[in-house]
């Protein structure tokens, strides 16, 4: 997974302030099915009562919110981290 997020930060350069942000929802969104749903089902409001990552942390992802689902599927297999 480390791997992965360090393509993802060589490929989009995202600033520091992000980056940790960044990183737990990649990792919330690869190796969650639950979370995946949630968030490609547009489900946000789950995410008020969801343990792994709450509604105010995407909202502080910004434009990465849209990104890191696009970056999984174009570059990660899931099912490595499954």
């Known amino acids: 997974m480390e791997e992965e997020f360090e393509k993802f930060v060589a490929i989009y350069k995202p600033s520091n302030e992000n980056i940790l942000s960044i990183k737990n929802f990649l990792k919330c969104y690869v190796a969650d099915q639950e979370f995946r749903a949630i968030v490609d089902n547009n489900q946000i409001q789950r995410l008020y009562t969801y343990p792994s990552f709450s509604a105010n942390e995407l909202n502080e992802l ?3 919110k849209k990104i890191v689902p696009e970056y999984v599927k174009d570059y990660v ?4 981290f499954m």
């Open 77 to 80: 297999s899931i099912n490595a």
């Open 62 to 64: 910004g434009e990465y």
